[in-house]
């Protein structure tokens, strides 16, 4: 799961067997956690599927990760 803020933050959460939260790690949350690999960028578009997570920036840079 992901979720995007008002403030252009993103949180995930969910199984995380992969890494594909996007926290560094394999490990699974079972509450929003803040993805801090984007602190100081403003996110306005998220998306996510099993094993991808995708962001766009209010300045068009895409950040991808995936499995």
């Known amino acids: 799961m ?3 803020t008002k403030e ?3 949180y995930t959460w969910g199984i995380n067997y992969q890494g594909q939260l996007g926290h560094g ?3 699974s ?3 929003p956690t803040k993805v801090v690999s984007l ?3 403003i996110v ?5 599927g099993t094993v ?3 962001v ?11 499995v």
């Open 2 to 4: 992901i979720a995007l």
């Open 8 to 10: 252009g933050k993103v």
């Open 25 to 27: 790690d394999n490990t």
């Open 29 to 31: 949350r079972d509450i």
């Open 39 to 41: 602190e100081g960028l």
């Open 44 to 48: 306005i578009k998220v998306s996510c």
């Open 52 to 54: 991808h997570t995708a």
């Open 56 to 66: 766009v920036t209010d300045k068009g840079e895409i950040f991808t990760w995936c």
